[in-house]
């Protein structure tokens, strides 16, 4: 099973800061990798998936980044909205595998 | 509206069994993957399984497979996992989800997600 490995696991920052958050495969994804946001008590939804392509809906100062094995979500000015748990996920193979997440706080 | 229901989550003993329901609204289920995905209390997300579109393909996570089974009506736009032999660590919020990719690609993702029906294992 391919392994993804998330850094920060949790990261405190202010409404208007800039954050990136790390992703990493254990193989060679290429570029299946998806970033889900997760509300507390609720469902995720997807921000972004094909490693960038960002999702209808979602605001523009989320983009992602990366390929192979290393990507990258990165909120450029953050909302109060934004902070939850985030979730990358590979959909190279199955099991679809998801990272451990990382909680952004304020 | 899109949208997915679960249903048939409860509080049940190690070893009992126990099926889940996802009933899909706003669109034909038929032609899409679907999948399920947990998570329990405090934890991360669990990608759990997922099923083709006339349920000829089943793929499992090794830790359930053989005490897992993913399957779907058409018929009924819904979508089902029976979950026999239940342990302690099997307690989680189970959430189903429509596995998607868009045209001429292989990029899938998980694009609708129900609320979730809740599965508490003890005795």
């Known amino acids: 099973d391919i392994q993804m490995t998330q850094s920060p696991s949790s990261l405190s920052a202010f409404v208007g800061d800039r954050v990136t958050i790390t992703c990493r495969a254990s193989?060679?994804?290429?570029?299946?990798l998806n970033w889900y946001q997760q509300e507390a008590g609720k469902a995720p939804k997807v921000l972004i998936y094909g490693a960038s392509t960002l999702q209808s809906g979602v605001p523009s100062r989320f983009s992602g980044r990366g390929s192979g094995t290393d990507f990258t979500l990165t909120i450029s000015s953050l909302q109060p909205d934004d902070f939850a748990t985030y979730y990358c996920q590979q959909s190279y193979s199955t099991p679809r595998t998801f990272g451990q997440g990382t909680k952004l706080e304020i | 509206e899109v949208q997915l229901v679960e249903s048939g989550g409860g509080s049940v003993q190690p070893g009992d069994s126990l099926k889940l329901s996802c009933v899909a609204s706003?669109?034909?289920?038929?032609?899409?993957?679907m999948s399920w995905v947990r998570q329990a209390p405090g934890k991360g997300l669990e990608w759990v399984a997922n099923?083709?579109?006339?349920?000829?393909?089943?793929y499992y996570v090794d830790s359930m497979r053989g005490r897992f089974t993913i399957s779907r009506d058409n018929a009924k736009n819904s979508l089902y996992l029976r979950m026999d032999n239940l342990r302690a660590e099997d307690t989680a919020v189970y959430y189903c989800a429509r596995d998607y990719a868009p045209t001429n690609s292989y990029f899938y993702y998980l694009d609708v997600w129900g609320k979730g029906t809740t599965v508490t294992v003890s005795s």
């Open positions: 706003g669109f034909t289920s038929s032609n899409y993957w």
């Open positions: 099923i083709n579109e006339d349920g000829s393909e089943e």
């Open positions: 193989q060679n994804i290429a570029t299946y």
